[in-house]
């Protein structure tokens, strides 16, 4: 099966005029606490505050229009109707407005998870206006979040959609990543929930729309035999399909779109060093035939983690690290007696490995009886969703 980083379109929507569908919505929808203008949302949020430091969130109501159709609608790999959306680091809501503006037989249920009170205070009173509504001060990064919707039961409605039937028609994850590391764990998370059917896989392959910077999206789409190839491009590319949901230049100048501004910085020490970073939109699905199988998804992050410091190094040569005694697997990988599509190139750079190569790789080693018993990491990487407590 092929497995493409990329949908076959980019789903593109014009950012100058909102669509048919946002002018008509608009006249129904009562904002009850309205956004303040884009030249004052410094004033109203400033990103000095540790909580909100590396957050970038839309300010600008038409950008959150073009991007709310763009992740529900048209050619989105997660199109359809009566969505309940879990939406995540939605900052004070002007993508959340834009998601209430569309027909509300796109969406059914709109649950927002927002834990910075200067932003919440911005959302809970659309709860006032618009029943589908619900909003918790929470953080979208923890696991404990997602246990608490569903002990309300915001999610009974729900059904748990067979992984082999298609895309979950349902449920959709809505998120602005921050940046820093906990944006990088967070991303990272997402694939690795996947092959296990954890977090909101357990209710099917549900589809994701998220605003990331751009060089979080390169890092994880990036090509073999590129420098910027990694342990989360490999997994990306392994457990899922990706999807520029709006061109990237539809999002630029960064300061049309996004809150905290470039132009006017009180305090470098204070701002995020991230804010000015180009950002995109993509949505992304999780593959059917996941090629990472549930039980080794632990050898999956030894491996990768393991060679990867050895990026450039040719894979004959990096075994080593992989523990005492792991080059003898090399005869595994290049045996004669196998199908040619079954050898590795172990003179491949780390790099210029395939997910073919990743796969074959990671097979042997979880085969080999002398394989280290203890896999785990003292990482942050293993915070976010994807864990427990």
């Keep these: 099966m092929q497995r493409s980083l990329f949908g076959a379109g980019t789903c593109s929507f014009r950012s100058s005029r909102p669509s048919a569908i946002s002018r008509t919505c608009r006249r129904h929808f009562h904002d009850p606490k309205p956004l303040p203008p884009q030249d004052e949302w410094r004033a109203h949020f400033p990103s000095s505050f540790v909580d909100v430091r590396d957050r970038v969130s839309i300010n600008n109501l038409e950008t959150g229009r073009l991007l709310a159709d763009s992740f529900l609608s048209g050619k989105s790999l997660g199109a359809g109707e009566n969505k309940v959306v879990i939406e995540a680091y939605p ?33 809970k009173p659309l709860e006032a206006v618009d029943p589908r509504v619900t909003v918790l001060p929470i953080d979208g990064y923890t696991w404990d979040s997602y246990s608490v919707i569903e002990e309300k039961g915001l999610l009974d409605d729900v059904m748990k959609h067979d992984w082999n039937a298609g895309i979950h028609p349902e449920l959709h994850f809505i998120a602005q990543l921050p940046h820093g590391v906990y944006g990088e764990q967070f991303f990272s998370q997402l694939f690795r929930c996947m092959p296990t059917k954890s977090w909101l896989f357990k209710y099917g392959r549900v589809p994701m729309s998220l605003v990331l910077s751009q060089p979080m999206w390169d890092r994880g ?7 910027a190839r990694c342990k989360v491009s490999v997994i990306a590319e392994a457990t899922s399909q990706l999807q520029n949901a709006v061109r990237p230049s539809e999002l630029q100048p960064y300061d049309d779109h996004f809150h905290p501004s470039t132009s006017r910085v009180v305090s470098k020490k204070a701002e995020s060093k991230r804010a000015g970073q180009p950002h995109v939109a993509v949505n992304v699905v999780p593959h059917q035939d996941q090629l990472i199988r549930s039980d080794q ?23 080593n690290s992989l523990a005492p005694g792991a080059p003898t697997l ?32 990671v097979r042997a080693f979880y085969n080999w009886p002398f394989s280290p018993e203890d896999l785990t990491f003292s990482n942050a990487e293993d915070f976010g969703p994807g864990r427990e407590g």
């Design 330 to 361: 090399l005869k595994v990988l290049t045996d004669p007696e196998l199908p040619p599509e079954e050898r590795v190139n172990i003179n491949d750079k780390i790099k210029n490995l395939t997910i073919k190569d990743w796969a074959l790789i």
């Design 297 to 319: 998804l632990d050898h999956w992050d030894y491996v990768l983690r393991r060679l990867f410091v050895l990026k450039s190094t040719p894979l004959k040569n990096a075994m």
């Design 91 to 123: 900052g004070p809501g002007a993508l959340s407005r834009a998601l209430l503006r569309l027909p509300k037989s796109k969406i059914r249920k709109l649950i927002i998870l927002e834990s910075w009170d200067r932003f919440y205070q911005y959302l």
């Design 221 to 227: 789409t990036a090509p073999y035999a590129t420098n």
